[in-house]
């Protein structure tokens, strides 16, 4: 269960929460594999998202692996005890009424932290959609931070944290690359609501509004 991780790679946790995170995977009967280069920074990215469970792995994963990761959350969430939680588990509050857009103020946030992982699921909706949303890239490109993928796979009952890499400006191009390792290491719960970028990679046809 345990994968290489570098030493300035943001932590949290401790010998339980990551016990009981390997508890609640092996009761479901998943694994972890892959590695957790040693970057104090990055943005990740995790598909395919089809399904609500998607979540409870996600949240099992981090706590087993005691990875301190950040998710953006729009600020009005931020009040009494609710905010003091989010902010413990690493949420960062987005003002959407301000000029700056979510890229820019993701961008500060990552301007602002000695280390810091943002957690983007770029398919935005686990039914069907039909791209990607690319604030994930901007924000690397932004910040200056490198991108790592991670995937899940449900046959297999997998998730793998994949390798990470510098976007080089070039959206599709990097797309490419990033789809050769989702075809090697993904399968959703649902296929019949996967993104179409997804679909496209994996040879399956989209099916908009794709239900249960």
């Not at 990607?132 to 998730?159: C, D, E, N, T």
Request: some cysteine; proline content about 6%.
């Amino acid at each position: 269960m345990a994968i290489p991780i570098g030493t300035s790679v943001p932590r949290r946790g401790n010998a339980f929460s990551r016990w009981l995170g390997r508890l609640v995977l092996r009761m479901l009967g998943w694994r972890i594999e892959g590695s957790m280069p040693d970057a104090p920074k990055r943005v990740m990215i995790g598909m395919p998202h089809t399904s609500n469970m998607d979540g409870v792995i996600a949240i099992a994963t981090l706590s087993a692996v005691g990875l301190r990761a950040s998710t953006m959350i729009k600020d009005t969430a931020f009040k009494g005890l609710m905010g003091v939680m989010l902010r413990w588990f690493g949420a960062i509050p987005i003002n959407r009424r301000s000029p700056k857009g979510v890229v820019e103020q993701s961008v500060e946030a990552f301007n602002r932290s000695e280390r810091m992982i943002l957690l983007i699921a770029v398919e935005g909706t686990r039914h069907t959609a039909t791209e990607l949303k690319r604030g994930f890239y901007h924000i690397a490109m932004g910040a200056k931070v490198p991108i790592q993928i991670a995937s899940v796979h449900y046959g297999k009952r997998i998730v793998t944290f994949g390798p990470m890499f510098t976007p080089r400006g070039d959206y599709e191009a990097d797309l490419a690359e990033m789809m050769k390792f989702y075809v090697a290491t993904a399968s959703p719960r649902h296929i019949e609501r996967m993104s179409k970028p997804m679909c496209d990679a994996l040879g399956v046809a989209f099916k908009p509004g794709g239900k249960e």
